[in-house]
T-cell receptor, first 112, second 116 residues
Framework: KQEVTQIPAALSVPEGENLVLNCSFT??????LQWFRQDPGKGLTSLLL?????REQTSGRLNASLDKSSGRSTLYIAASQPGDSATYLC???????????FGQGTRLTINP | EAGVAQSPRYKIIEKRQSVAFWCNPI?????LYWYQQILGQGPKLLIQ????????DSQLPKDRFSAERLKGVDSTLKIQPAKLEDSAVYLC??????????????FGQGTRLTVV
């Protein structure tokens, strides 16, 4: 059974810092991994999708890496801003049924 | 391109009442998911459809929850009767069916259910 873990559960940093969020999964039989952002009371916004054959993806100040063999992904946020405050979720799409399995999220607070 | 539409946005009901949620996926997306997200937790898959067939409903509490996707487009999720522990955000998502399974999921805004 695929399990996804995100560490830390919460993170608070001052504005301008670079930071890394971690995601680990137990079964490497995945099609891809997706990082989402969730603002309070809102749905999920897709940030980055990394295919299983890729090592990283970049979008603006965000960079996501994937090491499928070790079951790890990181989301790097450069020059953090207060507007980056949200919960960040990672999800893996497992092979076969294509089910999306989520981690519990990291609640990020950027202090001005 | 229009996104995934869900309604209602909010619902408050008493325990033992029934409630229904509606989802309209992105046009052309054959796969539709319903997730339950309890406060402070990650989303948990309730049911996954491909077209109008069920792919996975292993975590759907079938004694009280039901879902259907008529004609392989819109979907409804029903809870009858509701319990206090059903208070959560119910998220609908859709994705294309792609060769090799490499496809992106898109989520709606969710329905926040409060059972009192």
């Amino acid at each position: 059974k695929q399990e996804v873990t995100q560490i830390p559960a919460a993170l608070s940093v001052p504005e301008g810092e670079n930071l890394v969020l971690n995601c680990s999964f137990t079964d490497s039989a995945i099609y891809n991994l997706q990082w989402f952002r969730q603002d309070p009371g809102k749905g999920l916004t897709s940030l980055l999708l990394i295919q299983s054959s890729q090592r990283e993806q970049t979008s603006g100040r965000l960079n996501a890496s994937l090491d499928k063999s070790s079951g790890r992904s990181t989301l790097y946020i450069a020059a953090s801003q207060p507007g980056d405050s949200a919960t960040y979720l990672c999800a893996v799409r497992i092979q076969g049924a294509q089910k999306l399995v989520f981690g519990q999220g990291t609640r990020l607070t950027i202090n001005p | 391109e229009a996104g995934v539409a869900q309604s209602p946005r909010y619902k408050i009901i008493e325990k033992r009442q029934s409630v229904a949620f509606w989802c309209n996926p992105i046009s052309g997306h054959a796969t539709l998911y319903w997730y339950q997200q309890i406060l402070g937790q990650g989303p948990k898959l309730l049911i996954q459809f491909q077209n109008n067939g069920v792919v996975d409903d292993s975590q759907l509490p079938k004694d009280r929850f039901s879902a259907e996707r008529l004609k392989g487009v819109d979907s409804t999720l029903k809870i009858q009767p509701a319990k206090l522990e059903d208070s959560a955000v119910y998220l609908c998502a859709s994705s294309l069916v792609a060769p090799g399974g490499n496809t992106e999921a898109f989520f709606g805004q969710g329905t926040r259910l409060t059972v009192v």
